[in-house]
C-alpha cells in the first residue's frame, strides 16, 4: 500500500487517539460530498529531493505527484480535515511545521510526495545519480481509497505509554491506528 502523509500528530495517549479517530470518522460524509464525487486519482512521476539546491547532501528521495485535477482536489481535501484536526484541538496551529497555510490560495501549502529512501534522521546521500537516471520515470497512477491514522508506535495497555514500534519486532513500522473508507 502507498501512502501520502497529510499532517503529523502528537497522539500520545488513548484520550486523543480516540478523539481523532471520532473526528475522523464524522468528516467522512463531508468528504465523500465534497472532494470524491469522482474518483481521486494521482499520478506518480519523476524523483527529486527537498534539497532541491544540493540533491548531494538529501535525506529523502521521493516519486513527485503529478500537478493536475487529484492533486488539486487532495490539496482542497487536506486542507480541510487539517482545519478540522485545528479547530478541534487535536492539532495547534503552531504545531503545523510542515504545512503552511496559503491565504492566497486559500488552502494549506504542503508537498505531497512518495518516500523512496528516507536516511536516518541526519545522515545524508548523494541522490543525483537517481534523480538523473529517474527524473522520468513514471510510477503509475493510483485512486485515492481510504484516509488513515498510522502511528510508528502503539499505546501500552498497561502503563498508557507509547512504544515504539519498529521493523526488528516484526510489527512494520507504520500501523493503521483507524481508518475512513472514500470509495464503496
Same mark, same amino acid.
Given at each position: ?7 503529523? /500528530? ?13 473526528? /475522523? ?21 519523476? @524523483? ?7 540533491? &548531494? ?7 513527485? @505527484?503529478?500537478?493536475?485535477? $487529484? ?14 484536526? @485545528?479547530?478541534? $484541538? ?5 504545531? /503545523? ?6 491565504? &492566497? ?9 512518495? &518516500? ?61 491506528? $483507524?481508518?475512513?473508507?472514500? @470509495?464503496?
Amino acid at each position: 500500500m502507498l501512502h501520502l502523509t497529510i499532517l503529523m /500528530l502528537d497522539l500520545s495517549n488513548q484520550e486523543k487517539l480516540t478523539k481523532a479517530q471520532a473526528l /475522523l470518522t464524522s468528516l467522512l460524509p463531508k468528504i465523500q460530498n465534497q472532494f470524491m464525487k469522482t474518483p481521486m486519482n494521482l499520478t506518480f512521476k519523476g @524523483v527529486q529531493t527537498f534539497q532541491d539546491k544540493n540533491p &548531494s547532501e538529501a535525506r529523502v528521495l521521493y516519486f513527485e @505527484v503529478k500537478q493536475d485535477e $487529484g492533486h488539486g482536489r487532495l490539496k482542497s481535501m487536506a486542507s480541510y480535515i487539517i482545519d478540522q484536526f @485545528v479547530t478541534e $484541538g487535536i492539532i495547534r496551529q503552531d504545531e /503545523l511545521s510542515q504545512v503552511k497555510f496559503n491565504p &492566497s490560495l486559500g488552502y494549506y501549502d504542503m508537498k505531497f510526495h512518495l &518516500s523512496l529512501i528516507n536516511s536516518k534522521r541526519w545522515e545524508t546521500f548523494n541522490a543525483k545519480p537517481a534523480i538523473d537516471k529517474f527524473k522520468d520515470t513514471s510510477l503509475g497512477t493510483f485512486r485515492v481509497n481510504q484516509i488513515h491514522i498510522s502511528s510508528r508506535s502503539h499505546i501500552d495497555e498497561e502503563d498508557g505509554s507509547r512504544v515504539e514500534r519498529n521493523e526488528s519486532r516484526g510489527q512494520g513500522y507504520y500501523a493503521c491506528d $483507524g481508518k475512513i473508507e472514500l @470509495v464503496e
